[in-house]
């Protein structure tokens, strides 16, 4: 279905693709902008990204790189990554321009909230592994060493190891929009939500033990937030949902209400 312009006509699809691909470019272009900008501070970006580790490694073990090219590809990888989450709020900016005029007014009303809420909460889940999980999994790790071993990371393989945290923590911590979206789409009630609490329960203690190491605190200080996070988009989804369903009942009322300035029909 054609998205409708401001003068409430279809516009063909020829000038969707165009105003996509003009979107896209901007998309691209803030994230080269941003790479060329932190290219220069590569490898003080990548120490910044290690320090969790290497403030772990024995006295005098430091990290290594097993690939030829891996001392620059290492860095230029994490620099791309990086620009690439900075410009979220450009990108973000760039989709909701393009689905924008494609809406209902009370959609928008909630879309913009959303999208704001989402690069914020991701942003925090990626600043929670960093100071608070990352500190506790690595000491971890450095303790359990066996005798004999050099604890030696590669650069590379631990840049793929973190960043697949950054992003399952940043996918984690959306899950008050998720569980907002599920209730304000209509796909579950609150009431059933609030029935499968347990269940939830269970399943951040379960993500909890598959993305931290094999200690209850750890598990712990992910599930917790999980669990909480979840409460809140029940809460949030709830509130939002009863002021729909007043605002349904009195346009209901409205409309089958006589006016009063209409005078009263008269039999003949």
């Keep these: 279905?054609?998205?409708?312009?401001?003068?409430?006509?279809?516009?063909?699809?020829v000038t969707h693709l165009t105003e996509l691909r003009s979107r896209l470019l901007r998309c691209v272009g803030a994230i080269l902008v941003l790479f060329a900008g932190l290219f220069y501070f590569s490898q003080d970006i990548y120490a910044l990204v290690a320090a969790p580790l290497r403030?772990?490694?024995?006295?005098?073990?430091?990290?290594?790189?097993?690939?030829?090219?891996?001392p620059f590809l290492t860095p230029f990888k994490l620099t791309m990554v990086v620009a690439l989450f900075l410009s979220m709020p450009v990108i973000l900016h760039q989709i909701w321009g393009f689905i924008a005029p494609g809406l209902y007014k009370h959609e928008k009303r909630i879309a913009v909230p959303l999208l704001i809420s989402s690069i914020l909460l991701f942003y925090g889940g990626?600043?929670?592994a960093y100071?608070?999980?990352?500190?506790?999994?690595?000491?971890?790790?450095?303790?359990?060493?066996?005798?004999?071993?050099?604890?030696?990371?590669?650069?590379?393989?631990?840049l793929d190891f973190v960043l697949t945290l950054f992003f399952a923590f940043g996918v984690a911590f959306e899950i008050p929009v998720a569980t907002f979206l599920l209730i304000w789409v209509g796909i579950v009630d609150v009431a059933t939500l609030r029935k499968s609490r347990p269940y939830v329960v269970v399943g951040?203690?379960?993500?909890?033990?598959?993305?931290?190491?094999?200690?209850?605190?750890?598990q712990t200080l992910l599930a917790v937030p999980m669990w909480m996070l979840?409460?809140?988009?029940?809460?949030?989804?709830?509130?939002?949902?009863?002021?729909?369903?007043?605002?349904?009942?009195?346009?209901?009322?409205?409309?089958?209400?006589?006016?009063?300035d209409q005078p009263p029909s008269t039999q003949p």
């Excluded at 279905?1 to 699809?13: G, I, K, V, Y």
Aim: hydrophobic content about 45%; some cysteine; proline content about 7%.
């Design 1 to 13: 279905m054609s998205r409708l312009a401001d003068n409430d006509q279809e516009m063909p699809l």
């Design 230 to 260: 979840f409460e809140a988009g029940l809460l949030f989804g709830a509130m939002v949902k009863r002021r729909d369903e007043h605002e349904e009942e009195s346009a209901e009322t409205a409309e089958e209400s006589p006016s009063q």
């Design 55 to 70: 403030a772990y490694l024995p006295e005098g073990a430091t990290m290594i790189a097993t690939g030829v090219a891996s």
């Design 204 to 218: 951040c203690f379960v993500v909890g033990m598959v993305l931290t190491p094999p200690d209850v605190f750890s």
């Design 131 to 158: 100071f608070v999980v990352f500190p506790i999994m690595f000491g971890f790790f450095a303790s359990v060493t066996p005798e004999g071993v050099s604890m030696m990371t590669d650069i590379g393989q631990y």
């Design 126 to 128: 990626m600043a929670f």
